[in-house]
């Protein structure tokens, strides 16, 4: 079946420490891979995607994940977080097919603490 | 704003209501998307329009009733809903074959 699973449903955190998300992935789900943050009465933004190439990408914001595909994982890291990262954060893969469905994780809720 | 557009953002109806849910893009996508999100369970996808046709749907309950007049404009037509209906629902829009989606923010619906 195609999954992928966000095994924390919380991780709190305080600000400043470094954090890693974890995602994995079936290995049914195509390996284009991607993170998405929700803030609070929000939609889902696009924080990263893998699709090819370099394994590790990076956003903006300082979010970097790693694509490991002997782990079948896509974890999401922070070195330092800050209050304002605080949100639901969404693993997403792609099920394949005519209409390319995608697949979500049940999301994990960073709550960042001064 | 993402450059897809959800109307109203909350929205709170009895269950003998009828109301509709709006999602509007100016991104040129050609499919658009609506999800439901409720709380601890994955993205549920609901329908799928692409080219202004409706090319997948989940086994959604008749109570809810898409309609897609053109490309830019998606709506969710709610009658006589549930209270375990009661979630974010989520419209996004892509280019098909692309991959990029861009999610709206997602209209609040509490049904009582």
């Known amino acids: 079946a195609q999954s992928v699973t966000q095994l924390d449903s919380q991780v709190p955190v305080f600000e400043e420490a470094p954090v890693e998300l974890r995602c994995n992935y079936s290995s049914s789900v195509s390996v284009y891979l991607f993170w998405y943050v929700q803030y609070p009465n929000q939609g889902l933004q696009l924080l990263l995607k893998y699709l090819s190439g370099s394994t590790l990408v990076e956003s903006i914001n300082g979010f970097e994940a790693e694509f490991n595909k002997s782990q079948t994982s896509f974890h999401l890291r922070k070195p330092s977080v800050h209050i304002s990262d605080t949100a639901e954060y969404f693993c997403?893969?792609?099920?394949?097919?005519?209409?390319?469905?995608?697949?979500f994780g049940t999301g994990t809720l960073l709550a960042v603490q001064p | 704003e993402t450059g897809v557009t959800q109307t109203p953002r909350h929205l709170v109806m009895g269950m003998t209501n009828k109301k509709s849910l709006k999602c509007e893009q100016h991104?040129?996508?050609?499919?658009m998307y609506w999800y439901k999100q409720s709380a601890k369970k994955p993205l549920e996808l609901m329908f799928v329009y692409s080219l202004e046709e409706r090319v997948e749907n989940n086994s959604v309950p008749s109570r809810f009733s898409p309609e897609c007049p053109n490309s830019s404009h998606l709506f969710l037509h709610l009658h006589t809903l549930q209270p375990e209906d009661s979630a974010l629902y989520l419209c996004a829009s892509s280019q098909s074959g692309a991959g990029g989606y861009t999610f709206g923010s997602g209209t609040r619906l509490t049904v009582v």
């Open positions: 997403r893969g792609n099920g394949g097919g005519a209409t390319n469905k995608l697949i």
């Open positions: 991104l040129g996508h050609n499919a």
